[in-house]
T-cell receptor, first 110, second 111 residues
Framework: GIQVEQSPPDLILQEGANSTLRCNFSDSVNNLQWFHQNPWGQLINLFYIPSGTKQNGRLSATTVATERYSLLYISSSQTTDSGVYFCAVRRDTGRRALTFGSGTRLQVQP | DAGVIQSPRHEVTEMGQEVTLRCKPISGHDYLFWYRQTMMRGLELLIYFNNNVPIDDSGMPEDRFSAKMPNASFSTLKIQPSEPRDSAVYFC?????????FGPGTRLTVT
């Protein structure tokens, strides 16, 4: 099946800092989503971004499908950004479910 | 829309007991997915349905697990008999073939 690798696995930031999270995938995809799993365990949709660039407030994401990677940018981080960020992809063909990376655990310190 | 609804939110049961998890997808979505999250294996697909029909159940660990979708607005995941290694968070998700939306999950503890 498709492989999804996220980096870094762990990240500690001071409040106000910026960060970039990376997701590499091993095959062509027609769906890529970024999720934030908050400390209560909820999976929050951040972006549906199979290609191109999107922005939502302090967060933005870019997917370069031809080079099989996606980036999530967090600017001016806040303590509420803490949690685990997951990248999940779906291949062009085959099953319709998402394959998840192992996540980046982010801790933003005040 | 209320989003994907799951019940119960927490379940504690003893080994050998039957457990039933429930899910109501977002109205109009024709795909429904069951995932399981553990520390060791991360988030993994168990089974998914399209228009109430099971399409891929290759992730279902063994015969103790079964899932049904009797109509477009309801699905169940049943474990019988439950074992301590089934302890995990079980997520239901739905989609319209594009973006997937997840429910709040059911945290299952089998003692």
């Amino acid at each position: 099946g498709i492989q999804v690798e996220q980096s870094p696995p762990d990240l500690i930031l001071q409040e106000g800092a910026n960060s970039t999270l990376r997701c590499n995938f091993s095959d062509s995809v027609n769906n890529l989503q970024w999720f934030h799993q908050n400390p209560w365990g909820q999976l929050i949709n951040l972006f549906y971004i199979p290609s191109g660039t999107k922005q939502n407030g302090r967060l933005s994401a870019t997917t370069v499908a031809t080079e099989r990677y996606s980036l999530l940018y967090i600017s001016s981080s806040q303590t509420t950004d803490s949690g685990v960020y997951f990248c999940a992809v779906r291949r062009d063909t085959g099953r319709r479910a998402l394959t998840f990376g192992s996540g980046t655990r982010l801790q933003v310190q005040p | 829309d209320a989003g994907v609804i799951q019940s119960p939110r927490h379940e504690v049961t003893e080994m050998g007991q039957e457990v039933t998890l429930r899910c109501k997808p977002i109205s109009g979505h024709d795909y429904l997915f069951w995932y399981r999250q553990t520390m060791m294996r991360g988030l993994e697909l168990l089974i998914y349905f399209n228009n109430n029909v099971p399409i891929d159940d290759s992730g279902m660990p063994e015969d103790r697990f079964s899932a049904k979708m009797p109509n477009a607005s309801f699905s169940t995941l049943k474990i019988q008999p439950s074992e301590p290694r089934d302890s995990a968070v079980y997520f239901c998700a739905s989609s319209n073939n594009y973006e997937q939306y997840f429910g709040p999950g059911t945290r299952l503890t089998v003692t």
